[in-house]
């Protein structure tokens, strides 16, 4: 256990912390799957829209690297236009 004041309160925030990113990254991860699920192109596309907006938002808040999320978005894409 910590002994500083201090220490005591970064781990509050800590865990805090740790449950919002859990909460984005699931947001992340159902996003994904949505894409990937998708029956057809067009509702594949639609969903790829999506996907972007919730990726541009998680590099904003600082929840995810920039390089990371442009390697999703691209293999997103590359995912929808190889669908016939």
Do not use: C, W
């Amino acid at each position: 256990m910590a002994h500083h004041k201090s220490a005591i309160k970064r781990i509050r925030i800590s865990e805090k912390n740790r449950q919002r990113n859990r909460t984005y990254k699931s947001r992340l991860k159902t996003a994904l799957r949505r894409v990937r699920e998708a029956q057809g192109k067009e509702a594949a596309a639609q969903a790829l829209v999506n996907a972007y907006s919730v990726i541009d938002k998680l590099v904003g808040k600082g929840i995810i690297h920039p390089n990371m999320a442009a390697n999703k978005k691209s293999s997103l894409t590359r995912f929808v236009n190889a669908m016939s």
